[in-house]
């Protein structure tokens, strides 16, 4: 269950980039505004920007 929320996550800030609304050197939203967004907990946005970051 939990890898389907990173997916979604995942997925999300990838179409976010394919069509514009995120460019090169953007801000992601906020852990909380996203967690709000797409109905995950809040931990859920963090944990997985924290793996896009490594």
């Known amino acids: 269950m939990a890898t389907n929320r990173y997916s979604h996550i995942a997925d999300a800030i990838r179409r976010q980039i ?12 906020a852990e909380t505004e996203l967690a709000a967004h797409l ?11 924290v793996c896009l970051g490594s």
């Open 18 to 29: 394919t069509t514009g609304i995120l460019s090169a050197g953007d801000r992601l939203p």
């Open 39 to 49: 109905r995950v907990p809040p931990a859920t946005p963090l944990t997985e920007y």
